[in-house]
């Protein structure tokens, strides 16, 4: 089984700061990626970004972005330019068949 | 289209009745995925559907739950003889199989919220 491991359960950031939250995972499979969604108040899980683990670069999407490093088996989400509206719960989740295994997320809180 | 649609958004029930959810997935979306998901914790997987069969079942979905999908297009979740852990969100989503990206990007729906007094 995968493991996934969001080490942060709180986060605090000045609105237009970056921030940079954590996820590490375990997994044996040889080719794998690592998707990041993000979950309001209103309870839908919104996708926001992707990273395969083959992609050379560090997947990018407006104000996000990943900073990889496979072998650590770690990808940080970097937000940009924080935003009131970031305030919520963050999951990663790498996928494991044809299904997500979602970590326990980092609710993070965007203050003026 | 307007996404994925989860029906009702919020149950209360009395301890022993059964519930029943109904999820709307995308219309092109071939696969079906409902999640449980309780409080400060991640969504967890509880089965997912292929078209109308029933590919993958957790083994957190006890024999009180059965889902369906009997036409490939809705599904509907049901607890029988509900009991207080049940109280959660489940999550419905879907995606198509055969996207070229290699990443198939779950849609989720807002959740059905249960609550078992």
């Known amino acids: 089984a995968q493991k996934i491991t969001q080490t942060q359960p709180g986060m605090f950031v000045q609105e237009k700061e970056a921030v940079t939250l954590d996820c590490t995972y375990d997994?044996?499979?040889?080719?794998?990626?690592l998707f990041w969604y993000k979950q309001p108040s209103s309870g839908e899980m919104i996708f926001l970004i992707y990273?395969?683990?083959?992609?050379?670069q560090n997947a990018t999407e407006g104000r996000y972005s990943l900073n990889f490093q496979k072998a650590r088996k770690s990808a940080n989400l970097v937000i940009s330019a924080s935003q009131l509206g970031d305030s919520a719960r963050y999951f990663c989740?790498?996928?494991?068949?044809?299904?997500?295994?979602f970590g326990t997320g980092t609710q993070l809180k965007v203050e003026l | 289209d307007t996404g994925v649609s989860q029906d009702p958004r919020h149950k209360i029930t009395k301890r022993g009745q059964n519930v029943t959810f109904r999820c709307d997935p995308i219309?092109?979306?071939?696969?079906l995925y409902w999640y449980r998901q309780t409080l400060g914790q991640g969504p967890e997987f509880l089965t997912y559907?292929?078209?109308?069969?029933?590919?993958?079942k957790s083994r957190l979905l006890s024999d009180r739950f059965s889902a369906e999908r009997p036409k490939g297009s809705f599904s509907t979740l049901e607890i029988q003889r509900t009991e207080q852990g049940d109280s959660a969100m489940y999550l419905c989503?879907?995606?198509?199989?055969?996207?070229?990206?290699?990443?198939?990007?779950?849609?989720f729906g807002a959740g059905s919220r249960l609550t078992v007094l």
């Open positions: 989740a790498p996928p494991g068949g044809n299904k997500l295994t």
């Open positions: 997994t044996s499979d040889q080719s794998y990626g």
């Open positions: 990273q395969g683990s083959y992609d050379e």
């Open positions: 219309s092109e979306h071939n696969r």
């Open positions: 559907f292929q078209n109308e069969a029933q590919l993958e």
């Open positions: 989503a879907s995606d198509r199989t055969g996207t070229s990206s290699g990443a198939n990007v779950l849609t």
